[in-house]
C-alpha cells in the first residue's frame, strides 16, 4: 500500500518541501520500493511507492506534459482500461500503463467532474500550478 503527503500554504510562502519529505520518510513501510517528491510555490507533494503495476515507469508525484498538474495517487481504478483507451481515442498519447496517468489524464481533461468518473478505490491529491488549486478525493 504506497502512501503520500503534502503541504499547500496559504499565507504566499514556498511550501516546505523537507517537512514533506520528512513525512514521507515515516511512510517508508507503506511504499518501500520508490519515492518522489515536487515541489512549486505554495505547493509541494511527496510519495511513497510499493510497486504493483508499471514497475519501471509509474514514479510519482506525477507530472502533466505542460507542468500545469502534479498528483499523487494511491489505490486502483478498475475502469481503467476503457477510460485509458477514451483517452487514446481523443489523442492522448500514453507513457506508461498506470492507472495514476489516467487519473491525472483525466483530471486534466475534465477538471472536477473526473473524479465521478473512477471506478475503484482510491485516494488522491492533484495540484493545478495555473489555478493555484488542490483536489483531493
Known sequence: M???AGQVRLDGLAADAAAVERACERLAHRGPD???RWADGP????????????LEHGAQPMRSEDGRY???????????????????????????RSDTE???????????AAEARLDGMFAFALWDAQKRELTLA
Open 43 to 54: 505547493a509541494a507533494l511527496g510519495f511513497r511507492r510499493l510497486s504493483i503495476l508499471d
Open 2 to 4: 504506497c502512501g503520500f
Open 70 to 96: 502534479a498528483v499523487v495517487f494511491n489505490g486502483e481504478i478498475y475502469n481503467h482500461p476503457a477510460l485509458k483507451a477514451e483517452l487514446e481515442s481523443g489523442g492522448a498519447r500514453y507513457k506508461t
Open 102 to 112: 489516467t487519473v491525472l489524464r483525466l483530471c486534466a481533461r475534465d477538471g472536477a
Open 34 to 36: 520508490d519515492a518522489g
